[in-house]
């Protein structure tokens, strides 16, 4: 083998080498454009559902869940867009109303913000307030109801309360889920409220059979008369009948009143409900 012959052998394993490790350093870069490209922004906009239209929007303003939680949280989120646009929000911004906040909120980054009709639902975590809160718009609104929202909040509240505002917000659209799929979730409150309306309604039904059946019977004027005549027949005493009157004495009336109102304005008409914690 010639010197020439030796010097391109070498010149051909070094090029191989080369490329080989060119190969190994595109392929580094591979699965992080594949991963940003599958999660997206972790503060706003975080995916959007081809077959639906619906998004996920993330605002932790407060800064209250880690990167990780905040990828885990967003992927359990995911399903929800099968039914309307979600959100997950969290605000340390002082002089709001939680209920007027969300609804605010809502309006801005959710309410009419995909192709499909008009659905969607958003979880607040407001620690101005310390108070947690549910809100519902359109098709959504309809399954994730008011009295719903109050019931998921009273189950997770305790969550909040610990810090643990992941586990929290995970809960709260897991139930929402839950639901939307037509299933049924837990509803303690419920039950003990049902129960405190069953033992007060047991009393009250009580109380007025007692008092009815416990009513004495007015005597008739006869009756008075013939139970006078017999006393003073007992005491030898002449009772003469003279007449009879009768005195007119009209009952004073009473009433009372009730109260309702209602509330409208600009955006969406959805509604929701809350949790102090």
């Given amino acids: ?5 030796r010097n391109f052998g070498k010149l051909t394993g070094m090029r191989f080498v080369v490329i080989c490790l060119l190969a190994a350093f ?3 870069f591979v699965p992080a454009s594949v991963h940003a490209e599958e999660i997206g922004e972790l503060s706003g906009t975080w995916y ?10 993330l605002h932790d303003d407060a800064s ?4 990780s939680e905040l990828r885990a949280l967003a992927e359990n989120m995911k399903g929800l867009t099968k039914y309307g646009s979600v959100g997950f929000f969290t605000s340390d911004t002082e002089g709001f109303r939680t209920s007027g906040l969300a ?14 009709a008009e659905s969607g639902t958003m979880f607040l975590i407001d620690m101005a307030n310390r108070k947690i809160y549910i809100y519902s718009n359109g098709v959504i609104y309809k399954t994730i109801t ?8 009273d189950n997770v509240y305790k969550h909040a309360t610990r810090g643990d505002y992941y586990k929290c917000a995970r809960e709260v659209f ?7 799929e037509g299933r049924k979730i837990a509803q303690p409150m419920k039950y003990v409220s049902n129960l405190f309306l069953a033992l007060a309604l047991a009393i009250l039904i009580n109380y007025i059979l007692v008092k009815l059946f416990s009513r004495a019977k007015s005597p008739s004027d006869r009756e008075m008369l ?3 005549a017999a006393t003073q027949r007992m005491n030898h005493v002449d009772v003469q009948f003279d007449r009879e009157t009768k005195t007119y004495s009209p009952q004073s009336s009473g009433g009372g009143g009730g109260s309702g109102g209602g509330g409208g304005g600009g955006g969406s008409s959805g509604g929701g409900g809350g949790h102090s914690f």
């Fill in 1 to 5: 083998m010639t010197v020439h012959d």
């Fill in 26 to 28: 595109c392929l580094l």
């Fill in 48 to 57: 959007i559902n081809d077959e639906t239209g619906y998004k996920i929007e």
């Fill in 64 to 67: 209250l869940l880690e990167e």
């Fill in 103 to 116: 609804h605010s909120l809502y309006d801005e980054y959710l309410w009419k913000q995909s192709s499909g």
């Fill in 146 to 153: 008011n009295a719903y929202a109050n019931t998921i909040t």
């Fill in 174 to 180: 897991l139930s929402e889920q839950t639901l939307l």
């Fill in 226 to 228: 013939a139970a006078i």
